[in-house]
């Protein structure tokens, strides 16, 4: 177990980064995110993991292996973020810091994308900000393990 690992889980659709709607979610692949997250997490000493999945369950085997694997998760849930309980409810079995991130600002968007039900059992939800949005998260994370 490392208690400087910090979990990333990409959720369906965000392996088209770059290529899918690129108006909305800017021109940078999945991995340009990633070297993002990496770069702020080697100024704070942390490491990074990180799964995409298209799938539900993978999502949730990987955050229960997150209770003894990592100290904290970073997760954009694509849009599983909206209707995915099973995902709300595994995050809620994690004791460490859990970050939202949305590349778009989905409030700012479509009436069913107004809902999260990953928000209530994450510490903060980053919306908006594009990869910059992964600096921040990562920023977050080290604030809240600094302070635990
Ligand atoms: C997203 C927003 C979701 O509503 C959408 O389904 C995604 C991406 C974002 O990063 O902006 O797949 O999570």
Avoid: K
């Avoid at 970073?74 to 590349?103: K, Q, R």
């Avoid at 908006?128 to 994370?141: K, M, N, T």
Wanted: charged residues 15%; aromatic residues 6%.
């Amino acid at each position: 177990m490392s208690t400087r690992t910090v979990m990333v889980l990409s959720g369906p659709n965000l392996n088209l980064l770059g290529e899918r709607e690129p108006e909305v979610y800017g021109a940078n692949t999945l991995d340009d995110h990633l070297a993002v997250a990496r770069e702020a997490a080697t100024i704070h000493g942390l490491e990074i993991d990180h799964l995409q999945s298209n799938h539900e369950g993978e999502l949730v085997d990987a955050i229960q292996a997150a209770r003894t694997d990592c100290a904290a998760i970073v997760i954009n849930p694509g849009a599983f973020t909206h209707y995915a309980w099973a995902i709300h409810d595994a995050l809620a079995a994690f004791d460490g810091p859990i970050i939202e991130v949305h590349l778009s600002n989905p409030a700012a968007r479509e009436p069913w994308r107004h809902t999260s039900v990953v928000a209530p059992v994450a510490a903060g939800t980053i919306a908006g900000f594009g990869s910059d949005g992964y600096r921040l998260a990562i920023d977050a994370v080290a604030a809240l393990l600094a302070s635990a």
